[in-house]
T-cell receptor, first 113, second 113 residues
Framework: DAGVIQSPRHEVTEMGQEVTLRCKPISGHDYLFWYRQTMMRGLELLIYFNNNVPIDDSGMPEDRFSAKMPNASFSTLKIQPSEPRDSAVYFC???????????FGPGTRLTVT | DAKTTQPNSMESNEEEPVHLPCNHSTISGTDYIHWYRQLPSQGPEYVIHGLTSNVNNRMASLAIAEDRKSSTLILHRATLRDAAVYYCILRDEFSGGYNKLIFGAGTRLAVHP
């Protein structure tokens, strides 16, 4: 199995631009999670889906952030408009509902200038 | 959420055992103890979890105190690849909390050749 796949691995954009991060979960996993990691705040859960339905988005910072999961094999996290404080590493993770462990992708390093 | 306390950093020599402590004095009866680790420039990866009894898997062992107010992750023979940040996380299975992993600062383990 290829594991959780994220793209792009690195993204540099200017303030005000729209940013879209992509994630392909492990096949057969019915939970998908988006996390953000910064030096100041550590690793934070933003939102998670179960069977493509958003279950808890209480970690989403503000309305500039949105996440979708149109099907079981694809999810996006969009930031519009982006701000320098959004600079972070964004991780996607997935889980099989029958087990406890979450499997994380390699992350997308976002830099907003 | 129950709080965990871990040392900021620890050091070990290659091929020696490593004992990573975690204090969780406010743990509830339904909280599972999870350990994840994050290698440099990678996403976190699951290590092990347990409830009351000690647990072993191919990666590590988890020793849980009888009163469950502390636990220790044991790496039996540290390798250079074990250098990572180790996170101790408490999750309540019955509230669905095992989906919401809350990462603290963790313990940064350095392994010397």
């Amino acid at each position: 199995d290829a594991g959780v796949i994220q793209s792009p691995r690195h993204e540099v954009t200017e303030m005000g631009q729209e940013v879209t991060l992509r994630c392909k979960p492990i096949s057969g996993h019915d939970y998908l999670f988006w996390y953000r990691q910064t030096m100041m705040r550590g690793l934070e859960l933003l939102i998670y889906f179960n069977n493509n339905v958003p279950i808890d988005d209480s970690g989403m910072p503000e309305d500039r952030f949105s996440a979708k999961m149109p099907n079981a094999s694809f999810s996006t996290l969009k930031i519009q408009p982006s701000e320098p404080r959004d600079s972070a590493v964004y991780f996607c993770a997935s889980r099989n509902g029958l087990t406890y462990e979450q499997y994380f992708g390699p992350g997308t390093r976002l830099t907003v200038t | 959420d129950a709080k965990t306390t871990q040392p900021n950093s620890m050091e070990s020599n290659e091929e020696e055992p490593v004992h990573l402590p975690c204090n969780h004095s406010t743990i509830s009866g339904t909280d599972y103890i999870h350990w994840y680790r994050q290698l440099p420039s990678q996403g976190p990866e699951y290590v092990i979890h347990g409830l009351t009894s000690n647990v072993n898997n191919r990666m590590a062992s988890l020793a849980i105190a009888e009163d469950r107010k502390s636990s220790t992750l044991i790496l039996h023979r540290a390798t250079l690849r074990d250098a990572a940040v180790y996170y101790c996380i408490l999750r309540d299975e019955f509230s669905g909390g095992y989906n919401k992993l809350i990462f603290g600062a963790g313990t940064r383990l350095a392994v010397h050749p």
